[in-house]
């Protein structure tokens, strides 16, 4: 069996004070990886601030003979959270993960009840802050030819009632780990994205019930951690995944198309009849990102590449066959 070590690997890791976070923080830490432990201490709704769960962690590991340090900038800033990847860089002297776990919930709303606001709040935790972090790490990863960028969705990524606005953020990130993934492929850096499953605070939303008592027994937060210290490793061997991890199951997300129907001359009544045809899953392509669509797509209507196909200028080449 293959060993998983982070030997002296520079990881920021966001979220990292309590609940799943700091189970990354900690098993990274054994594995010999030094840790940005970046939490700003908010509560479960984003508010306020506490530079406690941070420096805990991180006093933590540096007692138990690990390196770490604490961080509490406002990641829900572009300051904050490029703040985050210049202090690793600037005290280590590279960066070779980054682990976005931060990340609150806002409870439950009709969509007729909720506000832009309230979709701003949630971009800037997950969307903004991963954009950010990615973005201050770049050159750097791109410099050393090697990196590796964890980040953090979650089942609402399919759509949760209720949930608009954190469905919409969470689902923001496979556009982000698909696209990077593609763009950082030549240069050594590997993206991908987990969806957890863990009995965090967030669990508290969770009404008083059988399956509530099950979760927060089984959906134990450091049984993710092992999939996060395979991604943020070197011997990662995936990139552009979307890949589920709770309570001992490990899994993947799959996007992907059917072959459809095909017409030179269609009208709404035929696509009507026909959208059992288009909607027939029997055989399914699995994306692997837009250029691959977009691939997939112009193969299926008969067009045969001699070279690479290069859907916009600067993007990955696709030459796939469906």
Known sequence: MREVRLDDQVVVLTGAGRGIGRQHALLLARLGAKILVADSGTDLFGRG???????????????????AVAYTGDLCTAEGARGAIDVARARWGRIDAVVHNAGFTLGGRSFGDDSLDRLDRLLSINTRAAFALASQAWPTMLEQNYGRMVFTSSSALHGLPRSIPYSIAKASLVGLTRGLAAEGAAAGIKVNCVEPVGATRMAENLV????????????????????????ASDV????????????????????????GWISDDPSPESVLEHLSTITDASHIEVIIDGVHASAHHAQLLGFVPTSPITVIAGSSPANRTP
């Open 49 to 67: 601030g506490d530079p406690a769960p941070a420096e805990s962690v991180a006093a933590g590991i540096s007692a138990a003979g690990g390196v």
């Open 236 to 259: 990662c061997p995936v990139s552009g995944e979307l890949l589920v991890a709770g309570g001992g199951r490990y899994a993947r997300t799959i996007l992907g198309e059917t072959p």
């Open 208 to 231: 008083d019930s059988e399956f509530r008592t099950w979760f927060l027994d089984k959906m134990r937060p450091e049984l993710v951690s092992p999939l996060v210290a395979v991604l």
